[in-house]
Nanobody, 119 residues
C-alpha cells in the first residue's frame, strides 16, 4: 500500500501560481500511474492530471496549458505546478495512483491540500 501526503496549497489571487507536492511511500512507486484530483464544494471529485511511469501526461481540458504534472521517482514525489490560476480552480486537491490509466485509484484518499483562488 502506498501512503500519500499532499502539501503546498494556499490562498492566491487570480493569475497567481502554486506548486503542490505529493510525497509517497512504497517500494513500487515508479510503476504506478500518479494523478492529481480535486474536489470543489458541492461537486464530485475529478481527475485533473495524470502522469504515467514513462512520463506521459494527460490533463483535463480546463487546465491544459496552465498546469504541469511531474514526478521524481527517486524521491517518490509527484508535483503539480499550477499557473494562471482562476477562481474556478478553488478546490481541495488530492493525489492518488492507479495501476493503469482508467483502472481506478488504488490508494485511500488523504486529507488533501486546499487551494483557494480569489478574484
Amino acid at each position: 500500500q502506498v501512503q500519500l501526503v499532499e502539501s503546498g496549497g494556499g490562498l492566491v489571487q487570480a493569475g497567481g501560481s502554486l506548486r503542490l507536492t505529493c510525497a509517497a511511500s512504497g517500494s513500487i512507486f515508479s510503476t504506478y500511474v500518479m494523478g492529481w484530483y480535486r474536489q470543489a464544494p458541492k461537486k464530485t471529485r475529478e481527475l485533473v492530471a495524470r502522469i504515467l511511469s514513462d512520463g506521459t501526461t494527460n490533463y483535463v481540458d480546463s487546465v491544459k496549458g496552465r498546469f504541469t504534472i511531474s514526478r521524481d521517482n527517486t524521491k517518490k514525489t509527484v508535483y503539480l505546478e499550477m499557473n494562471s490560476l482562476k477562481p474556478e480552480d478553488t478546490a481541495v486537491y488530492y493525489c492518488n495512483y492507479e495501476g493503469k490509466p482508467g483502472w481506478g485509484v488504488l490508494g485511500s484518499w488523504g486529507q488533501g491540500t486546499q487551494v483557494t483562488v480569489s478574484s
